[in-house]
């Protein structure tokens, strides 16, 4: 029984509710980045630079011989998977700096004085007087 309340704790606790919630937004954030990359700027870099499909490419070691495949080094799937990740970084550094940028103005919002505040501030005042 102490196993499972132990659990209950860790899973109850804030920071993994707040992983969680983090992992759900990042598969789907990753899934449209992917849509992204492979639906409109591949076919779109693919297109001014000749070709249509970066995966494709590949170099071939081995030719296929029967019922055995070609050894080929694909070096189109690399260079995709490089494109992916550096829009995927663009993207989250982009959303980062927006969500810092929100953070300090609502850090140079003056803050309102605690009651505790305005009553020595009118002590102070009293007393000056």
Do not use: C, H, W
Request: proline share 2%.
């Amino acid at each position: 029984m102490r196993f499972a309340e132990e659990f209950k704790d860790f899973a109850m606790k804030g920071n993994v509710v707040d992983m969680a919630v983090g992992i759900i937004i990042g598969v789907a954030f990753g899934k449209i980045i992917a849509s992204l990359v492979k639906d409109v700027i591949m076919p779109t870099v693919g297109s001014m630079l000749g070709g249509g499909d970066f995966s494709n490419l590949s170099y071939i070691l081995e030719q296929a011989q029967g019922e055995v495949a070609a050894v080929s080094i694909k070096y189109g799937l690399f260079i995709q998977s490089i494109v992916d990740f550096l829009i995927i970084a663009m993207a989250i550094f982009m959303a980062i700096k927006v969500m810092n940028s929100m953070k300090k103005k609502e850090k140079e919002k003056p803050a309102k004085p605690s009651k505790e505040e305005v009553l020595l501030t009118e002590i102070r005042d009293l007393l000056q007087k």
